[in-house]
């Protein structure tokens, strides 16, 4: 069972009064003489190390690559974090934008539609929604906007084309039923 109460630093070990150290971890015999944590290499040991002190205790934690590229390849990075993957050490949990548009790229890879991201399919949605007449407000909510101007400023273009196209609804309406001149005077 793992301890739920910190346990104190020596003196010699910490420059703090009551001993208790968030940038330092413990590595239990347990730990260092299981056969996972004896297979991994060099450098999964030394990814594996760090991720502990960044994660100060905490079991999940954004893992920061950029600051390991910089003490290793990326490629001896990416192997060794497969490594600790493998051997339970650490999970990934990939639901970034990046991941979802790089697997959108994959399923439209060879069609017409390879320059779309989500990004686009995000403003093509709000923009075919405002085009066929849907409330602005509704829009605006649809795409989890905070404020309804944010939605306004956005699509200026598609709300003037929708105006155009009222404006013209108004005229052939208002043309054909009202009555013009010479049906007024009864001639024609």
Not at 12 to 41: H, N
Request: glycine share 6%; net charge positive; aromatic share 10%.
């Amino acid at each position: 069972m793992a301890r739920t109460k910190k346990t104190p630093f020596p003196p010699w070990f910490t420059t703090r009064a009551d001993g208790i150290e968030k940038r330092y971890i413990r590595l239990g015999v347990t730990l260092t003489s299981s056969e996972a944590f004896r297979d991994l290499s060099n450098s999964a040991v030394r990814i594996y190390l760090n991720m502990m002190m960044e994660a100060g205790g905490n079991k999940d934690f954004t893992f920061p690559c950029h600051k390991y590229i910089n003490y290793m390849s990326k490629q001896t990075f990416f192997t060794a974090r497969t490594e600790l993957v493998n051997h339970g050490f650490i999970t990934i949990k990939q639901n970034n934008r990046s991941c979802l548009n790089t697997q959108l790229k994959r399923f439209l890879k060879g069609t017409k539609f390879e320059y779309l991201t989500l990004h686009k399919l995000r403003h093509t949605n709000a923009t075919l929604l405002l085009n066929n007449g849907v409330d602005l407000k509704i829009v605006s909510d649809h795409l989890g906007h905070s404020d309804i101007q944010i939605t306004a400023k956005t699509y200026t273009a598609v709300l003037d084309s929708s105006r155009m196209k009222t404006a013209e609804l108004m005229e052939h309406i208002l043309t054909e039923q009202t009555p013009n001149k010479h049906q007024m005077l009864g001639i024609g």
